[in-house]
Antibody
Framework: EVQLEQSGAEVKRPGSTVKVSCKVS????????MNWVFQAPGKGLDLMGY????????IYAEKFQGKVTLTADTSRNIAYLEVSDLTSDDTGVYFC????????????WGQGTLVTVSS | IVMTQSPLFLSVTPGEPASISCRSS???????????LDWYLQKPGQAPQLLIY???NRASGVPDRFSGSGSGTDFTLKISSVMPEDIGVYYC?????????FGPGTKLDMK
């Protein structure tokens, strides 16, 4: 069974950095792009960027450039999202999402990681 | 590419049909003949799930009461007979251009 298991909820201080992990099982990790989606409380979905685990190349949406860093550890089948210089606007749920090459859709989602930024 | 949806809120009696419109600011039609438009449902408290890909293809396990249509910049998701388990927020997503962009979502609830 294909699964994306994300790390647990975090509470962070403004100005700090958070790193969220996404552990992959059930498919060859390097073969599919991993995307990250942000959802602020009560709001819609916002694609932050994606990474090709095979070569580590990451592409970021313009609004998240400089704010977010995506990495992938192919030896452990884990994708990471790092969000820096946290503000209250970064409070929300972060999802890792597998892109299917067959149907070019987001076919498998992680359960989401809630990050709360509070002083 | 900017995505819009209408309506943003939809209240439906169980057993009745429902329809959601999604429009893109640019054509989603690729030279390969595919329109890169998907539909997702986010049920309360859950991660979104894929419903429809490439306009009209139901994802595995999706009931046939869900159907998608459209081309270019105008797309529609239809539910032939809404069930209580269909409540949640429906999002369209364009994959024609990077970065992919979601519509604002349509919240469906039961009357």
């Amino acid at each position: 069974e294909v699964q994306l298991e994300q790390s647990g909820a975090e509470v962070k201080r403004p100005g700090s950095t958070v790193k969220v992990s996404c552990k992959v099982s059930g498919y060859p990790f390097s073969d599919y792009y991993m995307n990250w989606v942000f959802q602020a409380p009560g709001k819609g979905l916002d694609l932050m960027g994606y990474i090709d685990p095979q070569d580590g190349e990451a592409i970021y949406a313009e609004k998240f450039q400089g704010k977010v860093t995506l990495t992938a550890d192919t030896s452990r089948n884990i994708a990471y999202l790092e969000v820096s210089d946290l503000t209250s606007d970064d409070t929300g749920v972060y999802f890792c999402v597998k892109l299917s090459s067959g149907n070019d859709a987001f076919d498998v989602w992680g359960q989401g990681t809630l990050v709360t930024v509070s002083s | 590419i900017v995505m819009t949806q209408s309506p943003l809120f939809l209240s439906v009696t169980p057993g009745e049909p429902a329809s959601i419109s999604c429009r893109s600011s640019q054509s989603l039609l690729h030279s390969n003949g595919y329109n890169y438009l998907d539909w997702y449902l986010q049920k309360p408290g859950q991660a979104p799930q894929l419903l429809i890909y490439l306009v009209s293809n139901r994802a595995s396990g999706v009931p046939d009461r869900f159907s998608g249509s459209g081309s270019g910049t105008d797309f529609t998701l239809k539910i032939s007979s809404v069930m209580p388990e269909d409540i949640g927020v429906y999002y369209c997503l364009q994959g024609r251009q990077t970065p992919r962009t979601f519509g604002p979502g349509t919240k469906l609830d039961m009357k």
